[in-house]
């Protein structure tokens, strides 16, 4: 299995992803575009927020290389996870168009694509807190939430046996939102690699200034 992130490639890998026998992918990849192929078997989905809003809005998304190619989209936030445990627009926000969740508009817009799609039960989000070490009834109160990245990492050695599958990660610097867990998923891959056979390939500095902060910024 290939893992390919959202973070700048060193290399191009297009020909080792593509010759995988399972690829998962994230959101809206665009580091990547021409380094690591299009194969994808599954597409892990964060659809809450502004980049998915941003993405419904956008007629060229759903015609993507990488939407096209996907198997199967796969939803993190079901709407009752959501309601627990997800960043609520306030009443400004709201009326600006923000909404807490965007499942039924990405089940439209992804099978309008012709592309099968899957929901996370809302159990998974809390398990998966927990096995980070987190609280589940705190990440609301402390605003910090695990990536998709990390949800779908999860997901994928959970129902790819250790014995059976390889894995390989590449895309991930652990860097973004500052709101997302990164010390944490890091430290969590690399109790992964003890545990199993993954090779993680070293990605690019990704950190984009509009978007997150670096660690030392927020006090991690």
């Known amino acids: 299995m290939f893992v390919v992130g959202n973070g700048v490639l060193l290399e191009d890998l297009s020909e080792r992803v593509d010759a995988s026998d399972h690829v998962l992918r994230f959101n809206e990849p665009k580091a990547s575009i ?3 192929g299009t194969r994808t078997n599954w597409l892990f989905v964060c659809n809450t927020g502004k980049p998915m809003q941003r993405r419904l809005n956008d007629p060229k998304y759903p015609k993507s290389p ?3 190619a996907a198997e199967l989209v796969i939803l993190l936030s079901h709407p009752t996870a959501v309601e627990k445990f997800g960043l609520k627009p306030n009443w400004w926000q709201r009326v600006r168009g923000r909404r807490a969740e965007w499942t039924w508009a990405s089940l439209m817009m992804y099978g309008n694509a012709g592309k099968m799609i899957a929901v996370l039960p809302p159990n998974e989000y809390e398990e998966g807190c927990i096995e980070l070490g987190l609280d589940p009834s705190m990440v609301l109160e402390n605003r910090t939430f695990p990536s998709t990245g990390y949800f779908g990492i999860r997901y994928a050695l959970a129902r790819l046996p ?3 599958w390889d894995v390989e990660i590449a895309g991930f610097s652990w860097q973004g939102w500052h709101r997302h867990t990164w010390g944490d998923e890091r430290a969590w891959i690399e109790q992964k690699v003890n545990e ?3 090779h993680v390939w070293p ?3 990704d950190w984009k ?10 006090g991690r």
């Open 203 to 205: 990605a690019g500095d």
């Open 196 to 198: 199993r056979n993954i």
């Open 162 to 164: 250790a014995d059976e």
């Open 66 to 68: 990488i939407v096209q």
């Open 34 to 36: 021409g380094m690591s």
């Open 209 to 218: 200034p509009k978007y997150g902060k670096r660690e030392s910024q927020v």
